[in-house]
């Protein structure tokens, strides 16, 4: 073939277009889209959790007042699993209803890492030495190092007025009192066994009717 050099082609001169697509019946032009039909991985609708209402309650609340230590709290809450969710939000409804008839409630929930919940009357909130001796107490029943404490508070029933968290470490040996927390822990860890058996006994009972 003819190996001489060609011309050289300068494509800066060139203007590199292309038609629109014409269809055969002439309905009109069909032009290529930028978006692909077929969604991609940063298409999808991005996952999210539900919550019950009274945890949604507090979880608002939580980014509403923001106290000291809420962000961890926030993070805790939200790690529990669907089934955890819908039994810790149908436990904190039932005790939120009887705050008419007393002026805090107080409960564990959790597994590895429990949390202790305190739900309390406007202004009749646990001192801080309370606060601390029933989470020392509670890091026992559990075999925790630490407890992590949310304390809430309403103004009335299901309206939440203000939150306190905290983190409590375990009570040491080399404390002199060691022994009354023992004691202590002993029976409230014989009282959640009593109301466990208590619960499972009336569960039968529906059952068979």
């Known amino acids: 073939g003819d190996l001489r050099l060609q011309r050289r ?6 203007l590199l277009r292309h038609r629109s697509l014409r269809l055969s019946n002439r309905a009109g032009n069909f ?58 939000g ?7 209803l009887t705050l008419n008839q007393h002026f805090q409630r107080r409960f564990l929930f959790g597994g590895d890492a429990p949390i202790q ?12 030495q309370e606060m601390e001796h029933q989470a ?8 925790a190092p630490k407890m992590s404490v949310l304390i809430v508070s309403y103004e009335t029933v299901r309206q939440i007025s203000g939150l306190a968290c905290a983190s409590i470490p375990a009570p040491t040996i080399l404390r002199t009192d060691f022994g009354a927390f023992q004691a202590e822990a002993q029976r409230q860890r014989e009282r959640m066994i009593e109301l466990r058996r208590t619960k499972s006994s009336k569960k039968r009972t529906r059952r068979r009717k």
């Open 9 to 14: 082609f300068n494509l800066s001169s060139c």
């Open 31 to 88: 032009q290529f889209s930028c978006w692909s039909q077929k969604p991609g991985p940063f298409q999808k609708p991005i996952p999210s959790q539900s919550f019950a209402e009274p945890l949604e309650r507090i979880l608002k609340a939580l980014d509403r007042f923001r106290p000291a230590g809420w962000l961890a709290m926030d993070s805790r809450l939200r790690d529990y699993d669907g089934s955890g969710r819908d039994k810790l």
């Open 90 to 96: 149908q436990l904190i409804s039932d005790l939120e």
């Open 117 to 128: 919940f305190w739900l309390c009357r406007q202004g009749a909130h646990p001192s801080r």
């Open 136 to 143: 020392e107490v509670a890091c026992l029943v559990v075999g």
